[in-house]
């Protein structure tokens, strides 16, 4: 695809990924938001462990996927795939569990207006979770959402739609769009 | 409280209470791939051997789900901005992809109200479309005539182009939908240029007297706006979503000439302006640069689909010992007041304009 693109648009393009060769780069110019991520979609408590699950899967083959076009939505789609996955969660979880045992500091608190619009984004469907949570915390064009998620631009905007509607419903709130 | 609102608050917090320290969990995160590398050769727990395996398919899955390279013509964003032109290359928030191969080098961009096809020119001299989405391409419907200057109106169906019956000049309006096509005389008058009112019920043209209206119901045609100087032209005219406003460009001529006055160098000066489509409130809003084009196409301008703001491309402007060429000044966004906000993107030689609408924002 980068033959495509203008040398200056390319070029903007790679200074706007902040990537580098570097997995460790990488990993801190991501984590954070890989872990909302993560957290917008399942447990709070295995949320920093469905994230680093992701980053472990990234860092285990990080010669091929840093030669990708876009790492940073592939290791996106691995963690929001990892997070409403029950059986892989599962397994997740088991880890979280005995490392709370081990008095891992609990994860912070959110109010509850914020735990209840969450809760109601983990209630989606899977696709329309997976689309709201990423379209929420990075504020990702549809276009780049559809390449994370491998669809095409009309099914993310209807599961936009979808889910904009049913969080509204859940929430009872308004969904007009603030001017 | 909004929806819109409330996930922004939600969204905020969340990010706020997700913060935890990077180079702690690289660390640990390094370590955990020792330690997985050691008890996979191990295999020495159920517990272990349930996490490997867990592992295991997680890496089976995630392998199929390595990101392809995109390979379709177009992929746009919502509210994109689509530049055809020379190099016929899209712009689009970065995003940028080439328009279909077929499309003329000036051709016209029109996307119909869906946002999800965008109609050109193609080097049969028909209209056809491409797919925003899936890059697929079709013939829409036969023009008839070299150079189709091609208008879609707002209903997605009837087209305009400018014509020629036995009784002299017009409009001619056809049906995507129907292949049915009517005549709009313009008695002494060749239109060119079209833009279509918002309600379908008239449009715009350009003489080289300057701007009209006629209705397609056939009444005369109204003079609304003059060329700004006696041999200059309008250009591109663009009427707005909310049919108050009539937007067009400005050529002006300009001769500059050397500082000793022994030659002369001929070069335009593009100017954005505005009328109502009843010719009163005459605006100018801002210039959009001069060149010595040789040629070349001067700017394009395209409304907003909320009607806030004009899209223009811009020229490099040049002084007058050294007029410039057409090259690439940036695509702009102009409001009613005259305010210019500039975007990322670059004009290029011959560059036309498109907005894409998009109906559920």
């Known amino acids: 695809m980068s033959e495509v693109f203008p040398a200056e648009v390319a070029a903007q393009h790679r200074h706007d990924r902040d990537v580098s060769g570097s997995f460790d780069e990488f990993y801190s110019a991501e984590l954070h938001r890989l872990i909302a991520l993560a957290r917008g979609l399942c447990s709070p408590i295995v949320a920093e462990d469905v994230a680093q699950e992701a980053m472990l899967v990234a860092y285990r083959r990080w010669r091929e996927i840093s030669d990708l076009e876009r790492p940073d939505l592939w290791v996106r789609r691995t963690c929001a795939n990892l997070a409403v996955s029950q059986f892989r969660r599962g397994v997740i979880e088991l880890r979280a569990v005995a490392r709370l045992s081990m008095r891992r500091p609990p994860p912070a608190e959110l109010s509850e207006p914020t735990d209840e619009f969450w809760n109601a984004v983990r209630r989606l469907p899977r696709r329309q979770a997976q689309a709201a949570a990423l379209r929420f915390i990075y504020d990702m064009p549809i276009a780049e959402i559809a390449l994370t998620m491998e669809c095409s631009d009309g099914t993310v905007k209807q599961h936009l739609s979808r889910a904009r509607q049913a969080l509204a419903v859940a929430l009872h709130v308004d969904l007009e769009v603030e001017s | ?361």
């Open chain 2, 1 to 361: 409280m909004s929806l819109d609102h409330l996930a922004r608050i939600a969204t905020e917090e969340l990010l706020d209470k997700s913060g935890t320290d990077p180079g702690d969990g690289l660390a640990a995160l390094k370590r955990l791939r020792r330690r997985r590398n050691v008890e996979r050769t191990a295999a020495i727990t159920a517990a272990v051997a349930l996490v490997g395996g867990g592992w295991l398919l997680a890496q089976r899955d995630t392998k199929a789900s390595v990101p392809e390279p995109v390979d379709h013509h177009a992929n746009v964003r919502d509210a994109t901005i689509v530049a055809g032109g020379l190099h016929r290359v899209a712009v689009a928030h970065g995003d940028v992809t080439h328009l279909p191969s077929d499309a003329v080098r000036w051709t016209n961009l029109a996307f119909t109200p869906d946002g999800m096809q965008l109609l050109y020119e193609n080097r049969d001299h028909d209209v056809a479309s491409i797919d925003v989405s899936t890059g697929t391409t079709r013939t829409v419907m036969p023009c008839g005539v070299r150079r189709c200057s091609f208008e879609l109106a707002a209903d997605g169906d009837r087209i305009a182009l400018p014509g020629r019956r036995d009784a002299g000049p017009g409009v001619v309006i056809r049906s995507i939908k129907t292949g049915e096509e009517s005549f709009v005389p313009t008695p002494g008058l060749a239109p060119a240029m079209l833009t279509w009112s918002p309600t379908g019920d008239a449009v715009a043209f350009v003489t080289q007297e300057g701007l009209y209206t006629v209705g397609t119901d056939g009444t005369e045609p109204r003079w609304i706006a003059p060329v700004g100087s006696g041999s200059g032209l309008i250009r591109g005219p663009a009427w707005s979503p909310n049919g108050d406003i009539i937007a067009y460009i400005d050529q002006a001529p300009a001769y500059p000439g050397s500082p000793d006055g022994s030659t002369h160098a001929a070069m335009f000066t593009y100017t954005l302006k505005t009328v109502r489509p009843d010719g009163s409130d005459p605006r100018t809003l801002r210039g959009l640069g001069s060149c010595v084009c040789l040629g070349l196409a001067p700017p394009a301008i395209t409304w907003s689909p909320d009607g806030s703001v004009i899209a223009a491309t811009t020229l490099a402007s040049g002084s007058e010992t050294k007029p410039s060429r057409a090259t690439e000044g940036p695509i702009v966004l102009v409001s009613q007041d005259g305010s210019v906000e500039q975007t990322e993107w670059s004009s290029h030689d011959n560059t036309e304009l498109a907005w894409q609408p998009t109906p559920d924002r």
